[in-house]
């Protein structure tokens, strides 16, 4: 049974930092692409970052560009999601998801239960 659990969220505010986890469990992790989505209250899910499953091409949504940093430790079965100079709009549910394609989609295989990110102005 495939397991996403991610965890790190908080209360921060603006020009904060954070640092998400996501600890797998059920799959051959090394083998996944993995990402990072996240929802709004009134929104739809939407992309912030995806790795490969080698570590390699990061890849991440403009409105995170130059602020968050996607990362994985293939030994600890972990990504992460270190999230600086956080603003009041990136107050979203934060959620990781898995899938032997690169992960840009809702359509992902596998997904994190959610972490919730709250930015205070």
């Known amino acids: 049974q495939v397991q996403l659990v991610d965890s790190g969220g908080g209360m921060v505010q603006a020009g904060g930092s954070l640092r998400l986890s996501c600890a797998a469990s059920?799959?051959?992790?090394?083998?996944?692409?993995m990402g990072w989505f996240r929802q709004a209250p009134g929104k739809e899910r939407e992309f912030v970052a995806t790795i490969s499953w080698s570590g390699g091409s990061p890849y991440y949504a403009d409105s995170v560009k130059g602020r968050f940093t996607i990362s994985r430790d293939n030994a600890k079965n972990t990504v992460y999601l270190q999230m600086n100079s956080l603003q009041p709009e990136d107050t979203a549910v934060y959620y990781c998801?898995?899938?032997?394609?690169?992960?840009?989609?809702?359509?992902?295989?596998?997904w994190g239960q959610g972490t919730q990110v709250t930015v205070s102005s």
């Open positions: 998801a898995a899938d032997r394609v690169r992960v840009t989609t809702t359509r992902a295989r596998y």
């Open positions: 059920g799959l051959t992790f090394s083998t996944y692409s």
